[in-house]
């Protein structure tokens, strides 16, 4: 976050049940993104998913959290 570190005492799993499904997306165990933030999700070699954030930090996704992408595709426009 603007290249500020916050750290939260908090289950991912809360966390993401707190955050608007609309605007916020797991793409791994230990990352949760603003949709309007990524810039392409990519499928990468050897079943990785990484998602390319605007302003070209990358994030490593999981494979398990790639079908998310797939509806978020469907719902949203999102471009995968």
Do not use: C, N, W
């Not at 603007?2 to 609309?22: A, C, F, H, N, W």
């Not at 949709?35 to 990358?58: A, F, M, Q």
């Not at 797939?70 to 995968?80: A, H, Y």
């Amino acid at each position: 976050m603007g290249g500020k570190t916050y750290v939260i005492r908090e289950r991912m799993q809360i966390l993401e049940e707190r955050l608007d499904p609309s605007r916020f997306i797991r793409i791994h165990r230990s990352a949760i993104v603003r949709l309007d933030l990524i810039e392409t999700p990519l499928r990468g070699p050897g079943g990785d998913y990484p998602v390319r954030l605007k302003g070209g930090v990358g994030l490593k996704g999981s494979r398990s959290r790639f079908e998310e992408f797939e509806e978020l595709e469907q719902r949203v426009g999102l471009s995968l």
